[in-house]
Every structure is written in C-alpha cells, then in structure tokens.
C-alpha cells in the first residue's frame, strides 16, 4: 500500500514539476536571504571577535597634549584597569608622487622591541622596526595596495617642517584601524591616508615628546566598572591636557565597524523574515489550493481502505519534497552569495580570517520555519477533504452559488467586453483567494521597494552631504589650534576666494544623569561654505548664542529646544556652564553640536583659536594650492569634498550591481512563483470551463485571455499594494538602523515606484509565456472526458 502511495507520489510530482520547482525556488530564496545575510553578519562577529582577542584590542583610550612616562604607574593602578600602554601620535603631510593634493599620514609609534602590548599590529610582509633605526616605518595594508608601496619602497613626509624620507620595512594591519578614515571625512581614502607605525624613539624627539606620550589606552578588568575608570583617568590626565577618556564603543574605528554590525543585523532579519513569510504564504497558498483540486483522489483513496493518516501524510509529501529541494538550493546558492557578500565587507574593513561561515543552526532553523509553513498549507487542503466520507467526496463540487458582485452592479460590468465580464466575475466570486494571491505578488513589489529605498536614501544623503552642507572646495585642518590671525595667510593662497575658519572643541555634554563626550563645532554664523541643514534641506540658522544639538544628541540627553545643557570643556581652561539648547537639526551624520564662532570662544574662554578652515578655489587653481600647502608645517591635513564624492559614487557603482540584482532576482522569483503556480492552479480549477469554450469556438488567444487576464488583474491590484507594503517596510528599516554614526534618510524616489512595477510586470509576463504554453497543449478530449 505505502509504495502504492509512492508511485503516485512520483508520477504527480513529475507532473507538476514546474509548479513543484517554482515552489522550491521560493523556498530556495527564503532559505538563501537567511544564509546570506544573517550568516554574514556572524561571520563578520566572530571575525571581529577573534582580531580583538588575538590583538589584545584595548577598552578605553584617552588622548592629551603631554605627559611624562612617570605617570604610567599611576594609570596602571587605577582600579579596574588591569594593563596600560602609552604612545606617540601625530599627524603629518605625505608628499606621494602623482597626488597633487597633500596626502595625510597617521604616525604612531611602537615599542623599539617586538613584545606582546595591547593595539598590537599585525605583519603581513616585511618585518619589524629595528630598535634605534630613525627612518624605518611600517604602513598599512590598505593604504600599501592603493598606493602599490611594498617592503622596500620610501616615503616622504613632512613631520614637523620638516621633510623626511621613510624606508618601508613592513606592511600591517591594526585593531584600531580596521575603517581607517582620515579626520573629518565620511568614508575611507586610501589613496590619500595611511596609518604609519615608527619606532618610539624616532618619533618622540621629532614631535618634542621625548620621554612623553600624548595618548594611553588600558584593558579593563572582568569586575572593572567602565565608568568608574574613565572619571579616575580624567581627573588623573586633567592637568596634562587630557582631551576625555572614551570606551571602545566610541572608538572611530570600532563604532563605524559597530554600527555596520548593528545595521547588519537589522537587515539580516527584517529582509529574510520578509522572505521566509512570503515563502511560507506562498507555500500555503498554492499547496492548499493544489490539493483541494484532488478531491477525488483522495476520495478513491478513502474507499480503497486508506486512514486519513496515510492519506494527509501523502499529500504532506508534495510541501516536504519541495522544501527539501528548495533548502539544497538555498544551501547552495547562500554558501556562494555569502561569499560574495563577505567581499564586498572585504573591501573596506582590514579584518583577518574574515571568511563566510555557513551557520548549520541557522540552515535548520530557516528549513524549520519553511517545512512549517509547509505543513500548514498542506494541512489545511488535506484536512478539508479527508473529512469528507468517500461516497459524497467522490462526486464533484457543488457550483458555488453566484450573485451579482458590487462592481457589476454598479454598471461597471456593462462597460468591459464579454471577456472582461467573464474576469470580473470570476474575481468578484471569490474575492478573498483573489486577495491573497495579490498580497503574495505585493510582497514581491515590496522587497524591490526596499531595495531600491535603500541606494535613494544614500544618494539623498551624499547629495546633501557634500552639495549643499559641504560647499568648500577645500577644507583645511591644522595640527593644533592657530591664531585667526592666520586666516590672512590662507587668503593669500593660490586661488583662494574665501576663507571660513572653524574651531572642534572636544565638550561633554549632560542633562542631570545623561552625558555624552563629543565635539562642538563653532562655524561662522554667516558662512556660506559650511551651513546647518536639515533632512528636509531647509537651512538652519546658527543662532549668535546657545548651541544647536543633532537630533540624535538630543533625544540622547532627552533635551529640546529651550532647555539647558551643562557643557564641560575638555581642553584648554576646561571652563563649565550651562548652555541653552536653541535648536535641534535633523542630520544623518555623527552626533555633533554646533555653535556660532563668538559663542564658542566665550564658553572654551580661549580667544580667536580656529581648527582649521574652509576654502573656495578658483577654477583651475586646486593644484597649485595644493603643492603649496604641502609645505606649510601647521596644515595636518587637506580634504576635497568632490574627491571624496567622487571616490563614494565609484565605489557605489562597483557594488550597486551586486546587491540591486540580489533583491531583483530574489523578488523576481516570488512574483514568477505566486503568478505562475496561481495561473497552473487556475487552470487546473477550471479546466471544463476552458476547454468547454475552445470547444463551442472560441480561439486559444481568447481562451487564454480569460485566464491570464484574471492573473493580470491581480498582479495590477498587487503593485499599489505592494508600493504601500514597501513603504511602510521602509520606514522599519530606517527606525531600526538608526546609529550614532549614520542614519538613513526616509526618501523613496518616482524611479524606485517605477522600477518596481516594471520588474514585476515583467516577472508576470514571463509566468503569462509559460502559462500559454501549458494552455496552447491542453487535450481537449481527456479534459471533457465525464467521470464515470
């Protein structure tokens, strides 16, 4: 009996193969998102973990002017640190050959012999410093591939006014400069910024720190309080200029690589839930339908002696062998998209071992979930009909009882041709299956929604960003603070037009019990090149007094407009006041505070001390201000906004390809399988009736209009629907990847509807092609042929 059931098993699966293999590939693409993207994300975590550990990546830093080496004891019997280290950093002009524009370099030093320390570096060729050698440097990896320098090469900087030639000995990677991004940039350049590791002993006499250090960062004990630790190396750094201690979640590096975990994350669920729900729609949906269409069958079976147990477990076999092929699919195809998925991480983050892992406990937890779904779908068709006795299941259906539905009463009805009356009634017969079978195409529309949403959020925020907030040509920043008296000098450059200055002064902020470490931003209130605007792209006024709080900082010190923030200084005199909040901007960048220039210097009480400034250039002028700033000793750094833009927008083509076709592909699937299994289920259901039509003489191509006509009507429902469904999915994702490093804006531009729409008519065409095929060969006699 049981091989039987197995024979027809077979012969019916290979029967509705295509509709089986349609169903396996939606489960396929359920099971690949999961893979993909979840496993992704744990791969990167335990990537990330394992460099930490093995690096012996520190907890907390804390940078300052100066101190003695005396003072580490002191720091390393702070309670709660469990080990301290202490260096050099400076940042210094490369001159690269063919860069016009001075590049920046990162000097850092290490320990004149290689022992275990905290930060430790990775070599990946080369060697070593030697201990006493004044001119050897190590580099990192990312800046050595964009630059093609190697072990052996030289490069020239300029450290102090002074020009030197560095010799190449190794090339390495660092825990701290997985995301190496140069000072106030968005993204990596590693054509114009490197990280540069010397010897302690060559770097402190050619910065006068000689027996100092200017930054220290320690390992945290087990029972360590953090916050505890950062007060006590505050009050201990207060005299020496210390800038604020900070945890590892504020660390540049780590909070970018954080917040691509956290975003991550969030997309590793939210997009493969989508998936897997409409997955296991899509299963119950069409296995429901399809075994409703066997009510015969499983009437022959009952009368033949079969239990309702052999019988329901039968038909259970049609979801369980196409989950079974859409997991070994999924499998396959995840494992590879994984892969290529991990490179593009590769890309832009210097993590060691970072290689796809396939996540065996996430593989059986997305079959689970699938096979679930499927048993549901399977179970609700089989459960109808086996309770039916045999006698009455083996006769045929009752008609379903008709009345006229509302759009024809209407009068609707009486403008559309016979054809489309025909539609229409079959639609408003059954008016909840029409439904569902629109909502399956709309989850389709909805994935390319988010899809498309996401690259129209991030050319919103690059257009803002560097067109309308950065409108220089040039920004300039200095090693430390200067004179405004040097703005005259700046005028004086090739090309200049205007000059800006500006001044980050590093604060914390609190409201009671809340506080958080950043930086104000003082600007000129009247400045063209640099202004506050908002998401919407209104200008926002600076206000001549008070400071103007990101939103993001705000609703962390739960302050508005008209409250009161106590602002501690953390340079210079460290004077402390209440500051009035005078407004809030709604950005999508850090979480920055900005004030007007006067403002500012009356709370630091340091007068006319600027960071930098911003510059408008001649045309035609950019290179030789260039070759004029490079020697210039204060400048530590250049930057152009439509070089970064420009790097951004090449980087982005590179991997717009790889994840658009990812979400078309994939919802391109779900739409072929929702519109392709509802038309085969549509005609099996109605096969008499179709073929009764060819028969009193109506042509195939007015046959198969009355077919696909009705799945085109559905699929036109599904698009608004689907629109609708993305656009609140949109909104989701933008509330769940909210970080204090980025946030993405909520702009869903006409393209993004459009192409959307046009993929999904495009993947209902295609199902309409093979439908009409299927229709094209129906054998009108077996089809008419009356049940005995």
Request: charged share 20%.
């Amino acid at each position: 009996m049981v091989s039987a059931l197995h024979l027809k098993l077979l012969r019916e699966l290979w029967h509705l193969k295509s509709q089986m293999l349609s169903i396996a590939l939606v489960v396929a693409t359920g099971i690949m998102t999961v893979v993909t993207m979840r496993g992704s994300y744990e791969s990167l975590v335990v990537a990330q973990q394992d460099y930490y550990q093995q690096t012996r990546f520190a907890d907390a830093w804390v940078s300052l002017r100066r101190a003695p080496e005396t003072l580490m004891p002191h720091i390393s019997n702070i309670p709660g640190v469990a080990s301290a280290e202490r260096r050099i950093t400076l940042m210094a002009t490369l001159d690269l050959p063919g860069l016009e524009a001075p590049a920046i370099g990162r000097f850092i030093s290490l320990p004149e012999s290689r022992t275990p320390v905290l930060n430790d570096i990775m070599i990946l060729r080369g060697r070593y410093i030697e201990a006493g050698s004044a001119d050897e440097v190590i580099i990192n990896e990312k800046f050595a591939i964009a630059r093609q320098l190697n072990p052996g090469d030289s490069i020239t900087a300029i450290i102090n006014g002074r020009a030197r030639d560095l010799d190449i000995v190794g090339v390495a990677i660092s825990p701290e400069h997985i995301y190496a991004m140069p000072p106030g940039s968005l993204m990596p350049d590693d054509e114009r910024y490197g990280i540069l590791w010397m010897g302690e002993r060559a770097l402190g006499p050619a910065w006068d720190m000689d027996g100092a250090f200017n930054e220290a960062f320690v390992k945290l004990s087990p029972d360590a309080s953090p916050l505890a630790v950062i007060d006590a190396l505050n009050t201990l750094l207060y005299p020496y200029g210390g800038y604020g201690a900070y945890l590892r979640r504020d660390q540049p590096s780590h909070l970018i690589l954080q917040s691509e975990l956290d975003q991550n994350r969030v997309m590793g669920t939210i997009v493969p839930g989508i998936f897997l729900a409409v997955a296991v729609f899509l299963l119950h949906l069409v296995l429901s339908r399809l075994i409703a269409t066997q009510r015969g069958e499983i009437a022959v079976l009952k009368a033949f002696g079969y239990r309702d147990f052999e019988v329901g477990l039968h038909y259970l076999m049609f979801a369980l062998t196409a989950v079974f092929l859409g997991v070994l699919l999924g499998a396959a195809g995840g494992g590879m998209l994984g892969q290529a998925y991990i490179g593009i991480y590769d890309q832009y983050f210097d993590l060691p071992g970072l290689e796809f892992r396939l996540s065996w406990q996430l593989l059986t937890a997305a079959s689970l979930i699938s096979l679930a779904g499927a048993c549901t779908g399977a179970l609700s068709g089989v459960l109808k009909a086996i309770r039916l006795p045999p006698a009455e299941a083996m006769r045929p259906e009752p008609p379903p009882r008709f009345k006229p539905g509302l759009l024809e009463r209407s009068g609707v009805g009486r403008l559309l041709p016979s054809s489309g009356r025909m539609i229409l009634r079959n639609l408003e017969r059954k008016p909840w299956q029409s439904f569902f079978s629109s909502l399956g195409v709309a989850f389709s529309v909805a994935i390319l929604v988010i899809g498309f949403f996401m690259f129209d959020g991030v050319r919103y925020l690059m257009d803002l960003q560097f067109r309308e907030i950065q409108r220089e040509d040039v920004s300039v920043n200095f090693h430390q603070h200067q004179s405004d008296q040097v703005l005259e000098s700046l005028w004086r450059l090739p090309g200049v037009t205007r000059v800006e200055p500006f001044r980050s002064a590093p604060v914390k902020l609190s409201n009671q019990h809340l506080s958080r470490d950043t930086a104000i931003m003082g600007l000129n209130g009247d400045g063209a090149l640099r202004r506050l605007v908002s998401e919407s792209g209104f200008v926002h006024p600076l206000p001549a007094q008070g400071i103007v709080l990101s939103r993001m900082l705000a609703e962390r010190l739960q302050v508005s407009a008209g409250d009161y923030v106590d602002a501690q200084m953390l340079e210079g005199q460290r004077q402390q006041a209440p500051v009035l909040v005078s407004g809030i901007l709604d950005d999508f960048m850090g979480v920055t505070a900005y004030m007007d220039l006067p403002a500012l210097y009356e709370l630091s009480g340091e007068k006319n001390l600027i960071s930098g400034a911003y510059l408008s250039v001649q045309e035609g002028s950019r290179d030789e201000l260039y070759r004029t700033l490079k020697q210039i000793p204060m400048v530590a750094g250049v930057a152009a906004p439509a070089e970064s833009l420009a790097s951004f927008e090449t980087e982005m083509a590179q991997n717009i390809f790889i994840s658009v076709g990812f979400l078309v592909g994939f919802a391109s699937v779900i739409a072929v399988g929702v519109i392709y299994n509802g038309a085969r289920i549509a005609l099996s259901e109605r096969g008499r009736e179709l073929a009764s039509l060819r028969v009193m003489g109506f042509q195939r191509g007015e046959v198969a209009v009355l077919l696909l006509g009705e799945q085109a009507v559905i699929t036109l429902i599904a698009i608004p629907m689907g629109w609708l469904l993305g656009y609140g999915q949109a909104w989701a994702v933008v509330q769940a990847m909210q970080t204090d490093m980025f946030r993405l804006p909520y702009v869903v531009n006409p393209d993004t509807w459009l192409y959307s729409g046009a993929i999904t008519l495009l993947a209902s065409a295609a199902s309409a092609v093979a439908v009409r095929h299927r229709l094209d060969q129906f054998d009108l006699i077996s089809v008419l042929k009356t049940r005995e």
